[in-house]
């Protein structure tokens, strides 16, 4: 069965640390994995998306890796700020079909505090 | 900054009466898609498009329909709303198909309330 487990569920850190998520995936055949930010009330933004050659991609203080062999990847938030707070979602896709699917993880909510 | 838009933004109604979530967008997206997302859940599709006067049931049975008349336009209808039908409606937009390596852009949700 296709799935996407995300850990922590949830995390608190204090403003200025780093931070990591990770993110566990059986979906296969593998095409793509996203990171998403989501605030509270609002939509989904994209941070990052890597293919199977890719292993890691940075957006600004977001750095995502991805290990294609074990099926894991993470996602590594530098010297938080206090807007960093918000839902972290791992999505990934599959190829398995002419259209592909969209497998989502049910998110890491992380709190920063001052 | 994604130009794909949603009303209403909170919407409270009683059991029976008949809803319209509005979509638009302004990039020219062939494919538009609906997720549902209840709290601390991953989203689950229920409807999507890849095109006008194309229309499909996602993985996630909804007793909800949509239409897709316009490029731009994607709306979501509820015909006799539930207390079951509770949760906030994401509605989403990509060039390329959102499996590949399309870029999928959510609107800013409609969170539905249904006493």
């Known amino acids: 069965k296709n799935q996407v487990e995300q850990s922590p569920q949830s995390l608190i850190i204090l403003e200025g640390k780093n931070c990591t998520l990770q993110c566990n995936y059986t979906v296969s055949p593998f095409s793509n994995l996203r990171w998403y930010k989501q605030d509270t009330g609002r939509g989904p933004v994209s941070l990052t998306i890597?293919?199977?050659?890719?292993n890691t991609k940075s957006n600004g203080r977001y750095t995502a890796t991805l290990d294609a062999d074990t099926k894991q990847s993470s996602l590594h938030i530098t010297a938080s700020q206090l807007s960093d707070s918000a839902s972290y979602i791992c999505v990934v896709s599959d190829r398995g079909s002419t259209l592909g699917r969209l497998y989502f993880g049910r998110g890491t909510q992380l709190t920063v505090w001052p | 900054e994604a130009d794909i838009y949603q009303t209403p933004r909170y919407l409270v109604i009683g059991t029976g009466k008949k809803i319209t979530l509005e979509c638009s967008q302004t990039m020219g997206h062939d494919k538009m898609y609906w997720y549902q997302q209840d709290p601390g859940m991953e989203l689950h599709l229920i409807h999507y498009?890849?095109?006008?006067?194309?229309?499909e049931k996602g993985d996630l049975s909804s007793e909800s329909t949509v239409s897709r008349i316009r490029t731009e336009h994607f709306p979501l209808t509820l015909e006799s709303a539930r207390p079951s039908h509770t949760s906030q409606y994401l509605c989403a937009s990509s060039e390329g198909l959102a499996a590949n390596t399309g870029e999928l852009f959510f609107g800013e949700g409609s969170r539905l309330t249904v006493l």
């Open positions: 498009s890849y095109g006008v006067n194309s229309t």
């Open positions: 890597m293919t199977f050659s890719e």
